[in-house]
Structure formats: C-alpha cells, structure tokens
C-alpha cells in the first residue's frame, strides 16, 4: 500500500513565497544545469488547437535531489471567455530513488509563477546595477508583480514605472503596487520612456513581436525577459540582444529554441557573449563588472527550477503537517 | 474553487477491465493516430542513471475527447532489491477546453499493463488467423498474461505455450494461467519450440537481443511484440520483421525510433509493407487476407491509448462514484 501527499495551491501558499531560502533553492539548480549535470529532456508540448489551448511538460532529475517533479502547465486562451483564468498547471513529485509517485500539487500554476519571479531575482543579483534603483516592468499581470517583489529580495527599489498594452491595466498595477510595495511606481506611456526612466527592466508580456528595441538602450541597464517561451514570442529586437555587452539565459539550448535568442540566430546575427545563468552563478566575475555595461538575461524556465521549488514546498508543507495523504 | 477526483488503483480496477467497451475504446484511437489528427508529441524521458531509472511520460490530445492524459511511468530497475516492483506511474487527466487538471489517476501502471494487453487485442482482431489457435506468450509477467487474455476476447484460445528465460517462471505461470483461463497450458524450452507449436505469439520482454529469429517463421503465424520501447530494446530479429507478409505497428515513428522498426532500418533491410495499426482497422483488407500469411505487430505503445483508457476509467468511476473529490 503506497500513500501520496495531496497538496493544494492553500496549502502551497502558506508553505512558500519570496524568501530567501526559496531565492537559494532556485539559485543552486543554475550551476548544475550549466555543467550538464542534470537530467532535463526538452520540454513537451500538446497543441490542442480546436480550444486555443497547450500544455506544457517540464521536467528534471537533479543529482541528489529526492524527488522529481513533473509540471504540466496549461495555457487555454480561450478560458477568460468562460470566465477562467488562461494559465494553469500542475506538479506531480515522484521519488528519485524508487520513481513512486510522492506528492501532487495542485498548484493552479502558483509554483510556476513563484520560480519565474525568483529566476528573475537571481539574474538581477548577479547582473544589475548596485545603489537605488529604479525598476520597470513591461506587462501588469502577477508576473509583474513578482518580478517587482523579487528584485526587491536584491535590489535596493526606490521606485518603479509600468508600461501595459492597456494603459488603464498599467495605471490599475501602478495603484496596487504602490500600496503594496510601498514605492512610488508612475505608469508610462510607451516602452520607450519605460527604459529612459529605468535601471532594472522585466519584461513580462506573451508578445510576438519585439516591444524592446536596442535604440532604447542605456548604459548600466540590466533588462531581464521571461515573457518568450515558445516559437512564435519575441520580446526583445535581435539587434537589442546582440548589443548587450553581456547576454545571459537559464538555457542556451531553450533559449535558442523558444526564447530570445531564436530571432537573433535567425537574423544571422551573433551575441558577443552567451553564457548560461549557471555560469554567472558559479563566477561573479562573469556577470556584471562595471557600472556601464548593458546586460540582458533571458529566462525560459526549466524542468530544473520546478524540480527545485517542488522539493522546497513538498519539505516545507511536511514539516508543517500541510495537506491530505491517499492510500493507494 | 476548483476540484480534483482521485482514483486509486483500487478504484480503477474496479472500473475498468478486459472488457468489450474497454477493447473498443482502444481500438478506435489507432485510425486517429493514422490520420495525424491526433496532438501526440514524442515520448519525453527523464533518466536518472544514479538508480537505474528513468521515467516516461506520454500524453495525447485526440479531437473530441473531453480529457487528455499525460501519464508519467516509471522504471527503476534497483527497485525489487528493496522489495518494491520496478514498474510504476500514474495518470492526470486535463480537461481538454479549459485546460483544468480534472482526475488524478494514481493506478501504479494498471491502466498501462490494461491498455497495452488491449493493444494485442486489436491487433489479433486484425491479423491473427482463425479457428482453434495455439496462443504462444515469451516472457511470464503481468504482459504475456494480458496478452493471453486479451487474445481471448477476440480469438478461440483452445491452448497455450509459454517460455521465459527463468524455466521455473514459465512453470509457474502455466500452472496459474491454466488455473485461472481454463485452457491446457504447457512451459517449452526454448523460443523455437514455442514458434513450432503457436498459431499467435505475443513476445512481453525487455530483452535487448533478438530472441526471435526469420528461421522460426512458419506460414500463418501471427506475432505481436509489445516489449521494445526504446532504443536499447529488441526482441525480434531484424530479418524477422524484414520478411513477414504484412507489418504493423501502432505508429510507425515510434516504432521507428524505439521499436522493432529501429533494427530493420539500421541494417539497411525495408519492409515489405509497413503499416500502422489505424490504416488496418480503417481497411481490414489491409490486414490478413489468408490463412498462410506472416503478420507482424509491433506496439511501443501511444498517449493516444493512455488518453482513451483514462477516458474510459474516469467515466466509469463516475458513474460508480468511485474516488475522492480534493479542493484545490
């Protein structure tokens, strides 16, 4: 008789959130993605056409770690219609030793967003400017948010700017976040001004044609994108990621793939320097080292993260007494 | 609010079996993956070779089903060291418009042990001869059981052979099977043996050389191989498949890529006519159209099969009201 642990997205929320243990679980998986060490097919995509929807699959086993987890994540854009959100998901943690199925995590997409805001923490420890910052974020959904709340686990923010499609969406965030956060945050009327006005920029938008251009680029800019994951998502101009004078991505391969550097291999283009985040990670000095530089960092999001931030919640749950067990 | 149902294996056993509907219910996926109409990407797999493991996961989305499984199943060959069987998995179900986890399927690899068994159903349907057969099963697992019973839905079982690589295996398997089937049953001492004597042969192993040979071949014999499914794994000679009169398999990239096709194509040999299994229950006169014929199935096995199986289980759960509803 086995026995799983059903956790859901309640309980994964008073479990985890943007701590710093959360922020060193998703920074210690980069290094070992970037020395090969871990076991991360590509990712897995079931089109289902006829509802405008997909479902992703991500996976990974990292040396050490007890479980595995595997991630489907849902995006049916046809949901808002019906009054659902359009993202969703899941994470199933199977045992590393023995492949019996440990916990579910009925997360609704939670982790995901959790992870994707932490990457973005990680890549702006190793890559923006130091001192007050002023951050931007592109888009004024959670992940936004997250990003924002995120930089802030880094970064000293003294202020923000939003840009949305919808300015009324923009002025909406701008409210909320500064009540939340506690900063000054002023929506801005295009990308443009957005990056004139920021240090630290987060893209976070499924846009498919670039909103970023690389004549918007300023000296000490860091930008982190993790709106591209798939084919046909650009958020960046080829040209803006080939300028950058350090360009960083979670996955070379993925980010070649779905991410950001597709368009700039298509393009017959080149970027200086490519270097995994793993990298940055495991040598500082491969990141940012002056004041001037423009840095980019392009997140796709891996097997590797949701493995990452699945064994955290599945021991933080547990050492709480958090969910229900099912005899199987 | 949203809600999940978990099954047990318990519950789906009592669900779901080697039942007409069940058989139907497979064999109508096969003309959908012939079409292309099916979303089935490739198998994603995740090894984790610190324990001899790995784990697959397939999934499907087939037009005008209400659920798409992605089903993880794992192989961890250390395990019956600790006393634990080295098969395992499970199953989630999506709901196909929204995307919304629906079902949780905590079966420990029953409904793939169910499916695949159904699978040699269909193909016997379609390619076995007729009349009072001797059925031949090589390998003494939970599989060639199935593969006897299943064969049973379809065809006149008047007896059996069976080899395995442990004799004491075979033995033990005849003498339950003739139990449990109420057909003479008898243990043969090798794989020629047990070729001479069946009319259909279902080979279940994981055998990574042929254990199956062109010269073994007689006019009439039909032979369903179910155990290859990667690329290490080869039960059937190449010269075998080469020369049967019709070939068959549930998808001819899978079966190209981690089936018995992978052999033929690598030593430079075709087949006469390679088929998939949806073309045959189309057309039937694709199939065997004479009693001297040798046919060939091969099945890696497909999510097409894990979405129709789970389909199936998950509504007849409902109308039993199996299972336990979580809040998520």
Known sequence: MA??????????????????????????????????????????????????????IKSAYLPGYAGIAVK??????DNPKKGLPSLGGLMVV??????????????????????????????????????????????AGVQALLQLESLALVRDVARAVVWARRPEAASKF???VAGSMGIPIEPVDDVAAL??????????????????????????????AVGSDAESKQELEAEAVA???????????????LGELRAVKESGMDVAKALELGQVVSDPTLGRVSDDQVTICDLTGTGAQDTAIASLAVRRCQELGLGTTIET
């Open 195 to 224: 990056l004139a006005a920021a240090d630290v920029v987060a893209t976070t938008t499924p846009a498919t044609e670039p909103l970023l251009t690389a004549g918007m680029l300023h000296p000490g800019l860091h930008i982190t």
């Open 94 to 139: 199977l045992d590393s030793e023995t492949g019996i199925p440990q916990s579910a995590l009925f997360d609704n997409g939670f982790l995901t967003d959790l992870r994707t805001g932490l990457a973005g923490a990680v890549a702006a420890k190793h890559l923006a400017p130091r001192g007050e910052l002023t951050a931007g974020v592109v888009g």
């Open 72 to 77: 489907m994540s849902a995006g049916f854009f």
């Open 3 to 56: 026995a799983i642990r059903v956790l859901t997205e309640s309980d994964l929320r008073k479990a985890v959130g943007l701590g710093q243990e959360e922020l060193d679980a998703i920074e210690s998986v980069y290094p070992i993605i970037s020395r090969g060490e871990a076991s991360m097919p590509p990712i897995m995509r079931i089109d289902v056409p006829e509802h405008n929807g997909e479902i992703d």
């Open 243 to 257: 300028s950058a004078d350090v360009f960083v991505c979670d996955s070379i391969a993925q980010s070649t793939r």
């Open 174 to 176: 701008a409210n909320d």
